[in-house]
């Protein structure tokens, strides 16, 4: 192993491993993938070899590294560990991920994330003081400055052992690679490994490359191989009617960008809803006076079913885009040719095909009416010809014969047409993603994609898909009329009254997520000509037992500046902010709070100047209470089997959906030590469990408590089973 080549193929990944330290020389700076595309099987074989020799330096430099859920509290656990048995069978471990969070990393090993799991690293001081803060697209000039010399990347085999697909995890890996190789031609020392997975759906277009590309690649023997899954969360109500608003404001033709999440689930769900039931969707709308209410649904929006159909272009292809795509939403084409772009989108390109399209093409300038070989190239390119034709010696092959390729001659155009021509345009692409993530439905699912369907998803680089920028892959006039009506939906922590997002972290300087790429979609919204950024976010939420307000009058940190404020809807509607006056902005983020809090609110904006001391909320927007929403909700849900808790399928089964909803009440109603109090009060004068409640102990471990707090945490379940309507009491 001494010849320094690439492509050489490893079974044991302790051998792949040695095999990078040496070429390196013991000090790995290593740099992998948001999300999935790790390869694991090779980080741990890292992390081992670090573990047993002090002397190997290894910096893991990487995003949201995915660990099993385990539970926090003992019933959570009850709870989760037969869960995580059964759904993630097979899924290997992160071992460093798990030593972070036990905070047992090793002195000579170092992992920097720039995204992290929601919530997971709050009371962790290590990883506080080593998040590095960055957008998206500056992540790949954020790894250079901190010397990352090594990548790995899970990748998926072709059939041929010809080529790799970046698959799940081209987003950074594409504008990183180019980097490293100036330093390897510069001197430095550089290795790229792959580890190859079959269980990884293959995508074409930018995400394949050659194997050669590849330093190292190892192929693990007799190692678990299944892709983490990711569980599905529950759809609250007040969830579906903010997804129910934002759909509102999609524009048919347009370009769609939505995050993982039950409000990104929502969102998708309704804009389904809209196609298949516009009439029901519409009434809806009716029922919440939703349009006279909020004037910019109409103005911004629209309610009609998609008939031209959405483009994705989004840095996280959700599964909720599979979904669109089956229901025939997204559909609408982009092509990597500007002037071809704008015929399809004005609806100068017939569908199905006809000889006029050539006609259509010509007229602008895209190809000549006597067809040279550069024109026939291109036809084949964006799908119009069949990948068979060819000119040679002046003459196209069509059929038996051989003719000039004049559009002017009848003849020519009538033999084009019949063996030439496509019946549809099939060189465009429906979607572009930086990354995918989620179920193992959604993986499975997408390894069935036919090779037509396949090839109308385009996985690639974050460069391309989060900036407007020219990019090696397209450059920003392209982007510009590719991405018409864009509509680009994130959702938040916190909204403060002058328009200001909260998204990633605390006042207090601790991070909860990351910024992503949120800033780069709400700053691109603001440069295309007829886009929108759309934040998204629940009224309130519960902290410590007590319900709070999402919408502040301000609040010590902010992800999104007020300066880049635009349209933010809770499930109490939408306020339009963009160019707004201060005083506008104000009012319209009141009139979407909970109705428990307006008055606070509006006392802190007048008391700051900020509104008219004479102003008061509106009639229409005095009823924001829950109670509300679940009036709007259970008509739907009961009588049209409409918005279900978990709307596109879960590993949960029935009775532990159940179990879910009644942890969630107890987590919130305990939350304070007053509310702690009055549950353990309360669940001791729970009368006994009936037969009706048996299974659920059971599931639990229950049935038969053993000692004092199993017993206490029987009960405690039994009035949280009851409490949310589970099970009654008899």
């Not at 192993?1 to 790995?28: K, N, P, V, W, Y």
């Not at 009329?481 to 994130?490: A, D, L, S, W, Y």
């Given at each position: 192993?001494?010849?320094?080549?690439?492509?050489?193929?490893?079974?044991?990944?302790?051998?792949?491993?040695?095999e990078?330290?040496r070429?390196?020389?013991?000090?790995?700076?290593?740099?992998?993938?948001?999300?999935?595309?790790?390869?694991?099987?090779?980080?741990?074989?890292?992390?081992?070899?670090?573990?047993?020799?002090?002397?190997?330096?290894?910096?893991?430099?990487?995003?949201?590294?995915?660990?099993?859920?385990?539970?926090?509290?003992?019933?959570?656990?009850?709870?989760m560990?037969?869960?995580v048995?059964?759904?993630?069978?097979?899924?290997?471990d992160?071992?460093?991920?798990?030593?972070?969070?036990?905070?047992?990393?090793?002195?000579?090993?170092?992992?920097?994330?720039?995204?992290?799991?929601?919530?997971?690293?709050?009371?962790?001081?290590?990883?506080?003081?080593?998040v590095?803060?960055?957008?998206?697209?500056?992540?790949?000039?954020?790894?250079?400055?901190?010397?990352?010399?090594?990548?790995?990347?899970?990748v998926?085999?072709?059939?041929?052992?010809?080529?790799?697909?970046?698959?799940?995890?081209?987003?950074?890996?594409?504008?990183?690679?180019?980097?490293?190789?100036?330093?390897r031609?510069?001197?430095?020392?550089?290795?790229?490994?792959?580890?190859?997975?079959p269980?990884?759906?293959?995508?074409?277009?930018?995400a394949?490359?050659?194997?050669?590309?590849?330093?190292?690649?190892?192929?693990?023997?007799?190692?678990?191989?299944?892709?983490?899954?990711?569980?599905?969360?529950?759809?609250?109500?007040?969830?579906?009617?903010?997804?129910?608003?934002?759909?509102n404001?999609?524009?048919?033709?347009?370009?769609?960008?939505?995050?993982?999440?039950?409000?990104?689930?929502?969102?998708?769900?309704?804009?389904?809803?809209?196609?298949?039931?516009?009439?029901?969707?519409?009434?809806?709308?009716?029922?919440?006076?939703?349009?006279?209410?909020?004037?910019?649904?109409a103005?911004?929006?629209?309610?009609?079913?998609?008939e031209?159909?959405?483009?994705?272009?989004?840095?996280?292809?959700?599964?909720?885009?599979?979904?669109?795509?089956?229901?025939?939403?997204?559909?609408?084409?982009?092509?990597?040719?500007?002037?071809?772009?704008?015929?399809?989108?004005?609806?100068?390109?017939?569908?199905?095909?006809?000889?006029?399209?050539?006609?259509?093409?010509?007229?602008?300038?895209?190809?000549?009416?006597?067809?040279?070989?550069?024109?026939?190239?291109?036809?084949?390119?964006?799908?119009?010809?069949?990948?068979?034709?060819?000119?040679?010696?002046?003459?196209?092959?069509?059929?038996?014969?051989?003719v000039?390729?004049?559009?002017?001659?009848?003849r020519?155009?009538?033999?084009?047409?019949?063996?030439?021509?496509?019946?549809?345009?099939?060189?465009?692409?429906?979607?572009?993603?930086?990354?995918?993530?989620?179920?193992?439905?959604?993986?499975?699912?997408?390894?069935?994609?036919?090779?037509?369907?396949?090839?109308?998803?385009?996985?690639?680089?974050?460069?391309?898909?989060?900036?407007?920028?020219?990019?090696?892959?397209?450059?920003?006039?392209?982007?510009?009329?590719?991405?018409r009506?864009?509509?680009?939906?994130?959702?938040?922590?916190?909204?403060?009254?002058?328009?200001?997002?909260?998204?990633?972290?605390?006042?207090?300087?601790?991070?909860?997520?990351?910024?992503?790429?949120?800033?780069?979609?709400?700053?691109?919204?603001?440069?295309?000509?007829?886009?929108?950024?759309?934040?998204?976010?629940r009224?309130?939420?519960?902290?410590?037992?007590?319900?709070?307000?999402?919408?502040?009058?301000?609040?010590?940190?902010?992800?999104?500046?007020?300066?880049?404020?635009?349209?933010?809807v809770?499930?109490?509607?939408?306020?339009?902010?963009?160019?707004?006056?201060?005083?506008?902005?104000?009012?319209?983020?009141?009139?979407?709070?909970?109705?428990?809090?307006?008055?606070?609110?509006?006392?802190?904006?007048?008391?700051?100047?900020?509104?008219?001391?004479?102003?008061?909320?509106?009639?229409?927007h005095?009823?924001?209470?829950?109670?509300?929403?679940?009036?709007?909700?259970?008509?739907?849900?009961?009588?049209?089997?409409?918005?279900?808790?978990?709307p596109?399928?879960?590993?949960?089964?029935?009775?532990?959906?159940?179990?879910?909803?009644?942890?969630?009440?107890?987590?919130?109603?305990?939350?304070?030590?007053?509310?702690?109090?009055?549950?353990?009060?309360?669940?001791?004068?729970?009368?006994?469990?009936?037969?009706?409640?048996?299974?659920?102990?059971?599931?639990?471990?229950?049935?038969?408590?053993?000692?004092?707090?199993?017993?206490?945490?029987?009960?405690?379940l039994?009035?949280?089973?009851?409490?949310t309507?589970?099970?009654?009491?008899?």
């Amino acid at each position: 192993m001494s010849e320094e080549r690439t492509g050489i193929h490893f079974r044991q990944a302790e051998r792949c491993a040695e095999e990078l330290i040496r070429r390196l020389d013991g000090d790995i700076r290593i740099a992998l993938p948001l999300g999935l595309g790790k390869p694991v099987h090779l980080i741990n074989a890292l992390y081992r070899c670090a573990c047993n020799d002090p002397n190997i330096q290894l910096h893991i430099m990487t995003a949201l590294s995915l660990e099993k859920p385990g539970g926090g509290s003992s019933l959570q656990k009850r709870l989760m560990q037969p869960f995580v048995e059964r759904v993630f069978e097979g899924v290997p471990d992160l071992d460093y991920a798990k030593a972070v969070s036990c905070g047992e990393l090793p002195a000579n090993v170092t992992v920097t994330e720039f995204f992290l799991r929601a919530g997971s690293r709050l009371g962790n001081a290590d990883q506080q003081q080593r998040v590095v803060l960055t957008n998206y697209t500056h992540v790949v000039r954020d790894l250079m400055a901190l010397g990352v010399n090594a990548v790995g990347q899970m990748v998926a085999p072709d059939a041929e052992g010809q080529q790799v697909s970046l698959s799940c995890n081209p987003d950074l890996t594409l504008d990183i690679l180019p980097r490293l190789r100036a330093q390897r031609e510069a001197g430095d020392a550089v290795v790229i490994a792959g580890e190859l997975n079959p269980e990884l759906p293959w995508f074409g277009h930018d995400a394949a490359l050659d194997r050669a590309s590849f330093d190292l690649l190892l192929e693990p023997h007799n190692q678990p191989m299944r892709l983490f899954p990711v569980p599905d969360l529950a759809v609250e109500p007040a969830d579906y009617l903010i997804g129910f608003y934002a759909a509102n404001l999609v524009r048919d033709g347009g370009t769609l960008q939505v995050g993982i999440g039950a409000l990104g689930s929502a969102v998708i769900y309704n804009l389904l809803f809209r196609h298949r039931d516009n009439g029901l969707f519409n009434e809806l709308a009716r029922r919440l006076d939703a349009h006279s209410r909020f004037p910019a649904l109409a103005e911004i929006g629209s309610t009609e079913r998609f008939e031209e159909g959405l483009y994705g272009c989004s840095e996280m292809m959700v599964e909720g885009f599979l979904h669109l795509y089956e229901a025939g939403i997204l559909k609408r084409q982009v092509v990597a040719d500007r002037t071809l772009q704008q015929l399809l989108d004005c609806g100068a390109i017939p569908d199905p095909l006809d000889i006029t399209a050539l006609d259509r093409l010509v007229e602008a300038g895209c190809i000549e009416t006597v067809l040279k070989a550069r024109d026939v190239q291109w036809l084949v390119r964006f799908g119009f010809f069949d990948q068979g034709c060819e000119l040679k010696g002046g003459r196209l092959a069509l059929g038996e014969e051989a003719v000039r390729p004049d559009l002017g001659d009848e003849r020519a155009r009538a033999l084009i047409e019949r063996y030439a021509l496509q019946e549809r345009l099939i060189g465009g692409v429906v979607m572009h993603g930086g990354f995918f993530l989620g179920p193992a439905r959604f993986y499975q699912r997408l390894r069935e994609l036919d090779e037509a369907a396949r090839a109308r998803f385009s996985m690639t680089s974050v460069g391309f898909v989060n900036h407007l920028y020219d990019h090696p892959l397209g450059d920003q006039a392209l982007k510009t009329v590719q991405r018409r009506r864009g509509r680009f939906i994130n959702s938040v922590m916190m909204q403060t009254l002058n328009g200001a997002a909260v998204s990633d972290g605390l006042e207090d300087g601790r991070v909860v997520s990351g910024v992503g790429g949120q800033y780069n979609f709400v700053a691109m919204a603001h440069e295309l000509p007829d886009a929108r950024s759309i934040l998204t976010l629940r009224a309130t939420r519960t902290s410590a037992g007590r319900t709070e307000s999402n919408i502040r009058f301000s609040y010590g940190h902010c992800t999104i500046p007020r300066h880049l404020r635009d349209i933010v809807v809770t499930e109490y509607g939408v306020a339009d902010l963009r160019g707004q006056p201060d005083s506008d902005v104000y009012r319209r983020l009141i009139c979407i709070a909970d109705s428990r809090f307006q008055n606070e609110l509006t006392r802190q904006a007048k008391n700051a100047g900020k509104i008219p001391k004479g102003w008061k909320v509106p009639r229409a927007h005095r009823n924001n209470y829950p109670q509300r929403i679940e009036e709007a909700v259970a008509p739907l849900r009961d009588h049209h089997q409409l918005f279900p808790a978990f709307p596109f399928g879960t590993d949960f089964t029935q009775e532990e959906q159940e179990l879910v909803q009644a942890l969630q009440w107890l987590r919130e109603a305990t939350g304070s030590r007053r509310g702690l109090l009055a549950v353990i009060w309360r669940a001791l004068r729970q009368p006994a469990p009936v037969t009706a409640e048996r299974s659920a102990l059971e599931r639990m471990g229950l049935m038969q408590p053993g000692g004092w707090r199993e017993r206490l945490e029987q009960r405690m379940l039994l009035h949280a089973l009851r409490v949310t309507g589970v099970t009654r009491s008899h």
